[in-house]
C-alpha cells in the first residue's frame, strides 16, 4: 500500500515539473516582449540578461522608460501612422468578423431549416472551398480585386473575407439541432421570416456566434499576406505590415521594436483574457481557411 | 388542405434559398472563379506590368520544376516547405499529446484551466509579433545564446541561429511550434476528454497500471484524433507564410527558407510573372488536395469508432 502511494507522488512530481516547464517555455518570450519593451537595447542585448529594466543602460539622459513607445507610435518620421494602421486593422477585422457571422448564419439556417431543391448541393459545394486554401488563390484573387478598382481600398481588403465555409459549416451544425417548434410557433403567430432570423434564430445562437466571430477577428488581425497584396499606401497598411516594415526600419533598435509588437499585442490579450471560453472553445475546431 | 401545406413549403423553400444565395454569390467570386482563374492562368504569360497574356500551354510548368527562377527555383521551396512541416509538425504531434496526457493527470479543473490558458496564450499574438520577439530572442549576444551556452556547458559561442542555413531552419520550426503548441494541446485534450471514464475505471478495477493504460487504452482509442491532428498539422505548416517573410525582411538569407507561398509571393507580386505563379499555385493547391483528401476519408474513419 505504501508503496502504491510513492509511486503516485512520483508520477505527480513528473507531472508538475513537466507542466511547469511548458509553462516557462511560452510564457518566457511573452514576458520578454514585455519587459524589454521598457529597455534600452543595450539592456536586451546584455550579457548575462537581467529581467527588470534599469536606468543604468540609458546612454542618454533624456531618455525614459517610454521612450521605446513613443518611438514605436511615431516612426521614423515623426508621423503617427501607427495609429492610422491600427485603425485600419480593427476597421477590417471587425468588418469581416461582423459579416461573417451574419452571412455565415443567414446561410447555415437557410440550409439547416428549409428544404429545398438543391440544398444538399450548395451544402457540398461550399464546403468543397474549404478545400482550396488562400495561398493557391491569392494571385487571381489579386487579379479579380485590382479588375475591380478595390486596389488599395477597405473595400477590397475586406470583401474578400466577407464570408467562411467553415462558419457556415458550424452554423449548420449547431441550427440542425435547434428545435423547429419555436420556429413553427413564432409562424403561426405571424412572423415573418426575416423576422424569425432576427428575433429567435440569432440570439439562441450566441455561443456560436461569439467563437465564429473572434475566430474570423484573429485571423484577420493576424492576416500578413493579403494586406501586403493590395494595401500599398503606407495610409492603408494593417499592423501586420506596420510591425515588418518597423523591424525593417529599426532593426538595431530592439526596444522600439519591442514595444511595437507589445502595443500591437494589446488588443488581442484583452480580448482573450475577457474572452478565453470561445478562444478555447474555437480551438477545438478546424480552422480551415485561414487567411 | 393537402395543397395549402404544399403552398407553405414552396414560399419557405423560397426563403430557404433566399437565405444562402448572398453567401454562394461570395464562394462563387472570391474561391471557385479565383481557382479556375489560376488554373488558366498557369497556361498563359501573364505578367502583372505589360498586362499582355498569350497561351502557352505547359511552358510555366516545364519552367518551374526545371529552370532556377532567378536563384529560387520551385524545387528548393518543395523541400524547404516540406522539411518546414516534418521538422515542425511531429515534434509538435508527440509533444501535444505528451502535455496533454499529463494535464489530463491533474486532478483539479482549476489547475488543468490555468495551464491551457497560459499554454495558448502564444496563439493569441500575430505571427509577426512572434517572429519578432524571438529575432531578437536568437540576437548573436541574445537569450538564446545565453541559455544554449548554459546548457551546453559552453562559453561566449555564437549558434547562427538566424544565420546558418541549418539554425534557421530549425529557428523557424521552433517560433511554429511556440505559437501552436497550445491550440494543438487543446485539440487532443478534447479527443482525451471524449474517451469516457468508465474505461478507465474498468482498467484500474483489473489492475492496469497508469503505464499500461496510457499504451493499451488511451493511445488506440486516441489514434483517429491522432490521425486528424496530425493531418491538420500538417495542412497548417504547407501554408505557413508570416514567419519566413519577417525572418527574411530582418535580414536572414531567403533561400534556406523559401517556402512555396513565399516563393509565390515574390515571383507573382514582387517580380510580376502571373503566370508562373499561377503554375506554383497549382502546385501547392494539389499537394494540399492530396493532403485534405487522406484528411478525410482518416475524419470519416473516425467517425466510426465506438466505445
Same mark, same amino acid.
Not at chain 2, 173 to 190: A, E, P, S
Given at each position: 500500500?505504501?508503496?502504491?502511494?510513492?509511486?503516485?507522488?512520483?508520477?505527480?512530481?513528473?507531472?508538475?515539473?513537466?507542466?511547469?516547464?511548458?509553462?516557462?517555455?511560452?510564457?518566457?518570450?511573452?514576458?520578454?516582449?514585455?519587459?524589454?519593451?521598457?529597455? @534600452?537595447?543595450?539592456?536586451?542585448?546584455?550579457?548575462?540578461?537581467?529581467?527588470?529594466?534599469?536606468?543604468?543602460?540609458?546612454?542618454?539622459? @533624456?531618455?525614459?522608460?517610454?521612450?521605446?513607445?513613443?518611438?514605436?507610435?511615431?516612426?521614423?518620421?515623426?508621423?503617427?501612422?501607427?495609429?492610422?494602421?491600427?485603425?485600419?486593422?480593427?476597421?477590417?477585422?471587425?468588418?469581416?468578423?461582423?459579416?461573417?457571422?451574419?452571412?455565415?448564419?443567414?446561410?447555415?439556417?437557410?440550409?439547416?431549416?428549409?428544404?429545398?431543391?438543391?440544398?444538399?448541393?450548395?451544402?457540398?459545394?461550399?464546403?468543397?472551398?474549404?478545400?482550396?486554401?488562400?495561398?493557391?488563390? %491569392?494571385?487571381?484573387?489579386?487579379?479579380?480585386?485590382?479588375?475591380?478598382?478595390?486596389?488599395?481600398?477597405?473595400?477590397?481588403?475586406?470583401?474578400?473575407?466577407?464570408?467562411?465555409?467553415?462558419?457556415?459549416?458550424?452554423?449548420?451544425?449547431?441550427?440542425?439541432?435547434?428545435?423547429?417548434?419555436?420556429?413553427?410557433?413564432?409562424?403561426?403567430?405571424?412572423?415573418?421570416?426575416?423576422?424569425?432570423?432576427?428575433?429567435?434564430?440569432?440570439?439562441?445562437?450566441?455561443?456560436?456566434?461569439?467563437?465564429?466571430?473572434?475566430?474570423?477577428?484573429?485571423?484577420?488581425?493576424?492576416?500578413?499576406?493579403?494586406?501586403?497584396?493590395?494595401?500599398?499606401?503606407?495610409?492603408?497598411?494593417?499592423?501586420?505590415?506596420?510591425?515588418?516594415?518597423?523591424?525593417?526600419?529599426? %532593426?538595431?533598435?530592439?526596444?522600439?521594436? %519591442?514595444?511595437?509588437?507589445?502595443?500591437?499585442?494589446?488588443?488581442?490579450?484583452?480580448?482573450?483574457?475577457?474572452?478565453?471560453?470561445?478562444?478555447?472553445?474555437?480551438?477545438?475546431?478546424?480552422?480551415?481557411?485561414?487567411? | 388542405?393537402?395543397?395549402?401545406?404544399?403552398?407553405?413549403?414552396?414560399?419557405?423553400?423560397?426563403?430557404?434559398?433566399?437565405?444562402?444565395?448572398?453567401?454562394?454569390?461570395?464562394?462563387?467570386?472570391?474561391?471557385?472563379? +479565383?481557382?479556375?482563374?489560376?488554373?488558366?492562368?498557369?497556361?498563359?504569360?501573364?505578367?502583372?506590368?505589360?498586362?499582355?497574356?498569350?497561351?502557352?500551354?505547359?511552358?510555366?510548368?516545364?519552367?518551374?520544376?526545371?529552370?532556377?527562377?532567378?536563384?529560387?527555383?520551385?524545387?528548393?521551396?518543395?523541400?524547404?516547405?516540406?522539411?518546414?512541416?516534418?521538422?515542425?509538425?511531429?515534434?509538435?504531434?508527440?509533444?501535444?499529446?505528451?502535455?496533454?496526457?499529463?494535464?489530463?493527470?491533474?486532478?483539479?479543473?482549476?489547475?488543468?484551466?490555468?495551464?491551457?490558458?497560459?499554454?495558448?496564450?502564444?496563439?493569441?499574438?500575430?505571427?509577426?509579433?512572434?517572429?519578432?520577439?524571438?529575432?531578437?530572442?536568437?540576437? +548573436?549576444?541574445?537569450?538564446?545564446?545565453?541559455?544554449?551556452?548554459?546548457?551546453?556547458?559552453?562559453?561566449?559561442?555564437?549558434?547562427?541561429?538566424?544565420?546558418?542555413?541549418?539554425?534557421?531552419?530549425?529557428?523557424?520550426?521552433?517560433?511554429?511550434?511556440?505559437?501552436?503548441?497550445?491550440?494543438?494541446?487543446?485539440?487532443?485534450?478534447?479527443?482525451?476528454?471524449?474517451? +469516457?471514464?468508465?474505461?478507465?475505471?474498468?482498467?484500474?478495477?483489473?489492475?492496469?497500471?497508469?503505464?499500461?493504460?496510457?499504451?493499451?487504452?488511451?493511445?488506440?482509442?486516441?489514434?483517429?484524433?491522432?490521425?486528424?491532428?496530425?493531418?491538420?498539422?500538417?495542412?497548417?505548416?504547407?501554408?505557413?507564410?508570416?514567419?519566413?517573410?519577417?525572418?527574411?525582411?530582418?535580414?536572414?538569407?531567403?533561400?534556406?527558407?523559401?517556402?512555396?507561398?513565399?516563393?509565390?509571393?515574390?515571383?507573382?507580386?514582387?517580380?510580376?510573372?502571373?503566370?508562373?505563379?499561377?503554375?506554383?499555385?497549382?502546385?501547392?493547391?494539389?499537394?494540399?488536395?492530396?493532403?485534405?483528401?487522406?484528411?478525410?476519408?482518416?475524419?470519416?474513419?473516425?467517425?466510426?469508432?465506438?466505445?
Amino acid at each position: 500500500m505504501n508503496k502504491f502511494v510513492g509511486k503516485v507522488t512520483i508520477v505527480e512530481v513528473l507531472v508538475w515539473v513537466l507542466l511547469i516547464a511548458v509553462l516557462l517555455f511560452t510564457v518566457t518570450p511573452i514576458v520578454f516582449m514585455m519587459v524589454a519593451s521598457f529597455m @534600452d537595447a543595450k539592456q536586451i542585448l546584455a550579457m548575462p540578461f537581467s529581467w527588470i529594466p534599469s536606468r543604468e543602460y540609458f546612454t542618454s539622459a @533624456d531618455r525614459t522608460f517610454f521612450t521605446n513607445f513613443h518611438k514605436a507610435i511615431m516612426g521614423n518620421n515623426d508621423n503617427p501612422m501607427f495609429f492610422r494602421n491600427l485603425l485600419n486593422s480593427l476597421i477590417v477585422a471587425i468588418t469581416d468578423s461582423a459579416t461573417t457571422v451574419i452571412l455565415a448564419s443567414l446561410c447555415g439556417y437557410g440550409l439547416a431549416k428549409f428544404r429545398f431543391r438543391g440544398r444538399h448541393f450548395i451544402f457540398l459545394a461550399i464546403m468543397s472551398t474549404m478545400m482550396i486554401p488562400f495561398e493557391a488563390i %491569392m494571385i487571381p484573387l489579386y487579379m479579380v480585386v485590382s479588375g475591380m478598382d478595390m486596389i488599395n481600398t477597405y473595400r477590397g481588403m475586406i470583401i474578400p473575407f466577407m464570408v467562411s465555409a467553415f462558419g457556415v459549416f458550424q452554423m449548420r451544425q449547431y441550427l440542425l439541432t435547434f428545435p423547429s417548434e419555436y420556429l413553427d410557433a413564432a409562424r403561426v403567430d405571424g412572423v415573418t421570416e426575416p423576422g424569425i432570423y432576427a428575433k429567435i434564430v440569432l440570439p439562441n445562437s450566441k455561443p456560436v456566434i461569439a467563437t465564429l466571430g473572434i475566430l474570423s477577428f484573429r485571423n484577420q488581425w493576424d492576416n500578413l499576406l493579403w494586406p501586403l497584396l493590395v494595401a500599398q499606401s503606407e495610409a492603408m497598411k494593417t499592423v501586420p505590415q506596420y510591425i515588418t516594415k518597423f523591424s525593417e526600419e529599426k %532593426m538595431t533598435d530592439e526596444g522600439a521594436m %519591442m514595444a511595437c509588437a507589445f502595443l500591437a499585442s494589446i488588443p488581442m490579450i484583452i480580448l482573450f483574457f475577457s474572452l478565453s471560453r470561445y478562444f478555447l472553445g474555437g480551438a477545438a475546431v478546424y480552422e480551415s481557411r485561414k487567411g | 388542405m393537402g395543397r395549402k401545406s404544399y403552398s407553405i413549403e414552396r414560399k419557405q423553400a423560397k426563403w430557404g434559398l433566399i437565405f444562402t444565395i448572398p453567401c454562394l454569390v461570395f464562394f462563387a467570386v472570391f474561391s471557385f472563379y +479565383p481557382i479556375i482563374n489560376a488554373l488558366l492562368t498557369s497556361f498563359t504569360n501573364r505578367r502583372a506590368i505589360a498586362r499582355t497574356s498569350e497561351f502557352v500551354g505547359f511552358e510555366n510548368y516545364v519552367y518551374i520544376f526545371t529552370k532556377d527562377n532567378g536563384g529560387f527555383p520551385l524545387s528548393n521551396s518543395i523541400r524547404a516547405t516540406l522539411i518546414f512541416t516534418i521538422g515542425t509538425f511531429i515534434p509538435m504531434i508527440i509533444a501535444s499529446l505528451i502535455i496533454a496526457t499529463f494535464l489530463m493527470q491533474l486532478r483539479k479543473d482549476k489547475y488543468r484551466g490555468f495551464f491551457q490558458l497560459m499554454y495558448y496564450t502564444p496563439a493569441v499574438l500575430s505571427s509577426v509579433v512572434a517572429a519578432a520577439i524571438w529575432m531578437i530572442i536568437f540576437d +548573436p549576444r541574445g537569450l538564446m545564446n545565453q541559455i544554449s551556452n548554459f546548457v551546453m556547458r559552453t562559453s561566449g559561442v555564437d549558434y547562427n541561429w538566424l544565420v546558418d542555413s541549418t539554425m534557421l531552419q530549425i529557428s523557424t520550426m521552433m517560433i511554429y511550434f511556440w505559437k501552436y503548441i497550445g491550440y494543438f494541446v487543446i485539440l487532443f485534450i478534447t479527443g482525451l476528454a471524449s474517451i +469516457p471514464s468508465t474505461i478507465y475505471e474498468a482498467a484500474t478495477v483489473d489492475g492496469s497500471s497508469r503505464w499500461h493504460t496510457f499504451w493499451k487504452i488511451t493511445l488506440p482509442l486516441l489514434k483517429p484524433t491522432t490521425a486528424m491532428v496530425s493531418i491538420m498539422a500538417m495542412l497548417q505548416c504547407l501554408k505557413t507564410f508570416s514567419t519566413q517573410y519577417m525572418l527574411y525582411q530582418g535580414g536572414s538569407s531567403r533561400f534556406p527558407i523559401d517556402v512555396i507561398t513565399m516563393n509565390i509571393y515574390f515571383t507573382g507580386i514582387r517580380n510580376g510573372r502571373l503566370g508562373r505563379a499561377s503554375a506554383m499555385s497549382i502546385v501547392l493547391f494539389l499537394i494540399m488536395l492530396i493532403f485534405t483528401y487522406i484528411q478525410l476519408r482518416l475524419t470519416r474513419s473516425s467517425e466510426d469508432v465506438e466505445y
